[in-house]
């Protein structure tokens, strides 16, 4: 078993709800911008602000790491980011192959954010002859015929799939089939994958589209307004008293 399979073992062993383990990457990132302006400690409040939720549930999260702070200090955020990031796999470096290298898997291949966090990108490959042979952020682009050399041969860990939609499920197949069994998805389709394998998906469409529905909601679009005038909806009026009962009765039996 590898040392990445344990720490998920463990993880289940300790009970560590999924929810707190996506958050955990957002306190992470907050701890690294207040460790960047020299903060020594911080409150549950004034860490919870800068990641985006309420303090008892950061509270509850690192709760199920046997971090709870120091009553009146709060947490010291230099052994925090090692707590988190132990438990996220960050103590160690994780090799990485990009699978696509268009426009996007170019942009990812030269995101300097990959290496300081433990990810070291390893492989570039396409299966564009023109672009085979390019050398982009320090690595040459192979063929994708080597996926499963390389693979083997530099201990991919985790498959980035960068590639047009019709592609993706080939080519999680072959990594699949090569012993990877973390995939980061950018490709537009949601791949089939067998147990055991953890895939995470990335479609940055589907993020303008809940953001469209919010500004069309805040615009007072559909839900908001009625669709052919305009008008708010009316509320329905409320229930008069039953046949045979005086207003005063209704009124008592409505408030007991």
Known sequence: MTSRQTRTRDRADRGIPEAT?????????ALHSLQDRGVATVS???LAAAAGVNSAKLRK?????GSYGTRGVG??????????????GLTQDWVVAIIGVGNLGRALAGYGGFASRGF?????LDADEEIVGEEISGLTVEHIDRLEDIIGERGVSIAVIATPAGAA??????VVASGVTSVL???????????GVDVRKVDLSIELQILAFHEQRKAGGPGDFDAMDGAAPKAAAPPGP???????????AVEA
């Open 61 to 65: 999260d690192l709760s199920h790491l």
């Open 169 to 174: 499920q080939g080519v999680c197949d072959r």
């Open 120 to 124: 070291r990108v390893a492989g570039l």
């Open 75 to 88: 947490y010291e955020v230099e052994y925090l980011v090692y707590q988190i990031s132990r438990e996220l």
């Open 185 to 195: 998805n950018f490709a537009p389709v949601v791949l089939s994958v067998p147990d």
């Open 242 to 252: 039953p046949p045979g009962a005086t207003p005063t009765q209704y009124v008592e």
């Open 21 to 29: 383990v996506a958050r955990l990457p957002v306190y992470l990132r």
């Open 44 to 46: 549950s409040e004034e």
